[in-house]
């Protein structure tokens, strides 16, 4: 069976990218491969990203690391969404490190019985104000630690992709306290770990012990307003979305375009109908984006819908039925990228990649 859409994801491009955020941070690197590896394949993209350097894999969810180990990986694995009331035995059973946020989940897991302690890493909120102890921190103490063993402490700036912005020396400072606390107990040997990709790229001094980089790792910039492209930053984008054409056809001057006709044709051209849509991960209020045929841009017209979307490949367009079309990549020859759709979408280069649905196969290059 051939493919009417295919995201070609480029391990290399992983590797290469895992290798210069590890030089740049100079420290250990969590890789991020949470919601299957920002889509480009939960397994796949861990085991490139350990060849390229890696020593660490972080996911949200407990059942992400549950396939990794299934998946054969030993490396350590951090889960940081694991709610109370999770199945906490099956985490220490597949020796994965868990990340603890409340007194209660605390409790939980070091009610689990099995030969050695629960490994937990602390997650700390230092003014992201989201997840992490805040209210209950100064109520720790070491009796509530007794039953699980302390591997690391963790937290999560908020505008990281801001550098400069005084939040940041805030929560790095709160950050410095936490750790300090936490010391103060004796746990002296804490991995402690807050910079996501734009601090890695951007602040050493919160480098600490180990980095956790999802974006930057798959090629992308945290913001090219503010820390500039991919290829500024050094990165190489490893995704690249493809669509076959389903059909092109010529149409005259004042042709309405799909739902709503909210799109007319100007002048007599060529449209060509991409076989992907919204149940594919291509937003809807998607408008100034589209898709490139041989380095030619070719802009959506009209609204998308489920499974296709229409884009006005011009007149003199020489593509055809049955051709493929890059809806993006890494913009080095002339197509869109991952941030054109973000911006033409009111959303970021993450949410592009992370929601190209299951329909889509992805292909592994070497
Ligand atoms: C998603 C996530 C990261 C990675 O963030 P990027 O901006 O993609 O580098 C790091 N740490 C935590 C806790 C996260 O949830």
Redesign the pocket.
Known sequence: MTNRAEAVVNLSAIKANVATLKAKAGVDLMA?V?ADA?GHGLVPVAKAALDGGATWL?V?LLEEAITLRAAGITAPILA?LVPPGSDFQSAVDNNIDIAVASIKALDEVSAVKCSKRPRVHLEVDTGMTR?GFLDEWPKIDALHLHGVEIVGI?S?FARADEPGQPQNLSQLNRFKKMVASLESFGYPHLIRHLS???ATLVDEASSFDMV?????MYGLS?DVKTLGTSKGLGLIPAMTLRAKLHLVKKVPAGSPVGYGATAVTESATKLGLVAMGYADGIPRVAQSAGVSFLGEKAPIIGRVSMDQFVVDLGADSTAQSGDWVTVFGSGADGEYTSDDWGAASGSIN?EIVTRIGPRVPRIYEL
Do not use: L
């Open positions: 991020v949470k920002y972080g949200a940081w997840g963790f999560h996501n990709s734009a956790r980089t999802g974006i930057a945290p993450y």
